[in-house]
């Protein structure tokens, strides 16, 4: 079993959808919980950490179930500009483990 | 631009040469790290240092690996006999020594793209 699962897609959704992506983790001493975004061929960049609270960014919405180990990245409504590849991230033990990510093509 | 800075960007090297990528990262940050990444994966870690110190190193990171940081600022990450399955990009990034545990994160260079033919 992967460390750090997520469904790779593709998700292909309208302009103006509301789109849901899922992650789930095998640690649970695990200490921190992130999304990157990486665009083609680019590094990947933070997006935003997650909070046991859950917590928003404009039209990010990120939340983390410890007892459940999953962790979940909601975009409403979608943008052209957020076609990229979303990566659900966590740190175990000092270092980040990346999942292996999940393709998001937003369509006109 | 201060951010992680990685060289060369594109190698094409032949299977069997050996090969050298370069990191200098965000000049504040005292934690640099290596990661490798192929088509449809995400980023694989290979291997950190804090400051000139090797604290971590991945199995991934076979004996034809060797990352160094010797005054605790660049690195160096050298493949030695190079093979098809090393084609990958390999990502070095930096962070603060807390910066993990405060719930902060990395910051990654824009990778060196390695292409063994």
């Known amino acids: 079993r992967k460390e750090v699962e997520q469904d790779p897609g593709p998700f292909n959704v309208p302009e103006g959808a509301t789109v849901a992506f899922n992650c789930t983790y095998s640690n649970s001493a695990s200490q921190s919980f992130f999304w990157y975004r990486q665009d083609c061929r680019k590094e990947p960049k933070l997006l935003m950490s997650?909070?046991?609270s859950g917590n928003e960014d404009g039209r990010f919405t990120a939340q983390l179930n410890r007892a459940s180990q999953y962790i979940s990245l909601l975009i409403r409504d979608s943008k052209l500009s957020d076609s990229a590849t979303y990566l659900c991230v966590v740190n175990m033990g000092g270092q980040l483990t990346f999942g292996s990510g999940t393709q998001l093509t937003v369509l006109p | 631009d201060t951010g992680v800075s990685q060289n060369p960007r594109h190698k094409i090297t032949k299977r069997g040469q050996n090969v050298t990528f370069r990191c200098d990262p965000i000049s504040e940050h005292n934690r640099l790290y290596w990661y490798r990444q192929t088509l449809g994966q995400g980023p694989e870690f290979l291997t950190y240092?804090?400051?000139?110190?090797?604290?971590?190193k991945s199995r991934l990171l076979s004996d034809r690996f060797s990352a160094e940081r010797p005054k605790g600022s660049f690195s160096t990450l050298e493949i030695q006999r190079t093979e098809q399955g090393d084609s990958a990009m390999y990502l070095c990034?930096?962070?603060?020594?807390?910066?993990?545990?405060?719930?902060?994160?990395?910051?990654f260079g824009e990778g060196s793209w390695l292409t063994v033919v």
């Open positions: 990034a930096s962070s603060r020594r807390q910066a993990l545990d405060s719930g902060n994160t990395i910051y």
């Open positions: 997650v909070y046991s």
């Open positions: 240092f804090q400051n000139e110190a090797q604290l971590e």
